[in-house]
């Protein structure tokens, strides 16, 4: 069983900058890839940012430019920075892991507001 962690979340005003930790209990390199959703207040969980295992990123189009998502492997832990937060942002925050195996772990999820 891997656990996933998040920590990093909070009140922000827009414009601000956090940075989202999420870290594994056993070692990310087993995974495919890692990657940050979030869900917002009565919608969907959706992707925000992905890196792979050879260090290709993807970004959806409305983080595209404000965050950028990274890995330490030997600390196996998974960043997302984001900055030029902006209201919309506004949403909890998931970790998710994906085996080669089909199998995907999710972490708690940590709030992350942007209001003044």
């Known amino acids: 069983q891997v656990l996933l962690v998040e920590s990093g979340g909070g009140l922000v005003q827009p414009g601000g900058s956090l940075r989202l930790s999420c870290v594994a209990s056993g070692f990310i390199s087993r995974f495919k890839a890692m990657a940050w959703y979030r869900q917002a207040p009565g919608k969907e969980r959706d992707l925000a940012a992905r890196?792979?295992?050879?260090?290709?990123?993807y970004y959806a189009d409305s983080v595209k430019g404000r965050f950028t998502i990274s890995r330490h492997v030997v600390q196996n832990r998974v960043y997302l920075q984001m900055n030029s937060l902006r209201p919309e942002d506004t949403a909890v925050y998931y970790c998710?892991?994906?085996?080669?195996?089909?199998?995907?772990?999710w972490g708690q999820g940590t709030q992350v507001t942007v209001s003044s």
């Open positions: 998710n892991g994906d085996t080669p195996y089909g199998v995907s772990y």
């Open positions: 890196i792979t295992g050879d260090s290709s990123t």
